[in-house]
């Protein structure tokens, strides 16, 4: 794993070994957010090229990614194409919690490709709840929330 994924990891494991009922927040900011999604596309390229040939029929290559957290939204963005015929490619997602993340794809923005903002609420929102469970396995999640620059989960060790 890269750097970022590897702080965020010993993150998780310095919560673990809170002691049970104490609170604590996890905050994760948009530039953090962003370094982590360039390792993880450098990770994975071929499962992303597949994914995007299953929801676009066009294999893709995808670099350059950026994530901005705003009140209750996150903007995703990245250069996706074919060779050195590049564009930018940006989603925007309303993010709620209600017992556990609630994604609303509001709008996608590729050129020369059409995408459905309601295909992609469950790539968005899968990843999000992922993250939940590592958490809930050790902790009470008490509320995600998106603010300006940074995410914000609160919760109580178990």
């Known amino acids: 794993m890269g750097a970022t994924i590897d702080k965020f990891m010993a993150k998780f494991e310095e919560f673990k070994t ?3 009922g104490e609170s604590f927040a996890i905050e994760i900011t948009d530039k953090e957010a962003t370094a982590a999604a ?3 596309i450098t990770e994975n390229k071929a499962e992303i090229k597949d994914f995007l040939k ?3 029929g066009f294999g893709l290559d995808v670099d350059d990614p950026s994530v901005k957290f705003g ?4 903007s995703l963005s990245a250069m996706g194409g074919k060779g050195f015929l590049k564009t930018k490619a940006t989603l925007t997602a309303d993010v709620k919690w209600d017992g556990g993340p609630v994604v609303n794809v509001r ?3 590729v050129p020369v490709v059409s995408v459905s903002p309601e295909k992609l609420n469950s790539s968005v929102e899968e990843p999000l709840k992922k993250m939940m469970q590592m958490v809930e396995e050790y902790a009470e999640i008490r509320s995600f929330k998106l603010k300006d620059g940074v995410a ?3 919760a109580v060790r178990k």
């Open 71 to 74: 009140e209750d939204e996150i």
């Open 107 to 109: 709008s996608v923005e």
């Open 18 to 20: 809170l002691p049970s």
């Open 152 to 154: 914000v989960l609160e």
């Open 54 to 56: 299953q929801q676009t």
């Open 38 to 40: 360039k390792e993880y």
